[in-house]
């Protein structure tokens, strides 16, 4: 079946960087586009980033130039590089399958003041 590992999130100061990895199972990974979503506390969940079984991408405008999605098929793995993070990108990170209805566990991305 089909299973999402999520990882990499914590706490952070503003500014820095952190990088979120995405490791799944159970699909034929590089025929899939790739998403990360995020949700705060008392949001609704939010599509951040997605990239496409040939790579392009795309992002939610508050992180075009920040937040970098990729991927490497031959680690069934999608990554997103978190540069200049705000207060405002706290939340839990989910990456999902497109057009899959299945969540992993998410990670927690704390950004302190």
């Known amino acids: 079946q089909v299973q999402l590992v999520e990882s990499g999130g914590g706490l952070v100061q503003a500014g820095g960087s952190l990088k979120l990895s995405c490791t799944a199972s159970?699909?034929?990974?590089?025929?899939?586009?790739m998403e990360w979503y995020r949700q705060a506390p008392g949001k609704e969940r939010e599509l951040v980033a997605r990239?496409?079984?040939?790579?392009?991408?795309r992002y939610v405008d508050s992180v075009k130039g920040r937040f970098t999605i990729s991927r490497v098929n031959a680690k069934n793995t999608v990554y997103l590089q978190m540069n200049s993070l705000r207060p405002e990108d706290t939340a839990v990170y989910y990456c999902?399958?497109?057009?899959?209805?299945?969540w992993g566990q998410g990670t927690q991305v704390t950004v302190s003041s």
């Open positions: 999902k399958i497109r057009d899959v209805d299945y």
């Open positions: 159970g699909i034929i990974f590089s025929s899939n586009a």
């Open positions: 990239i496409g079984s040939t790579y392009g991408t």
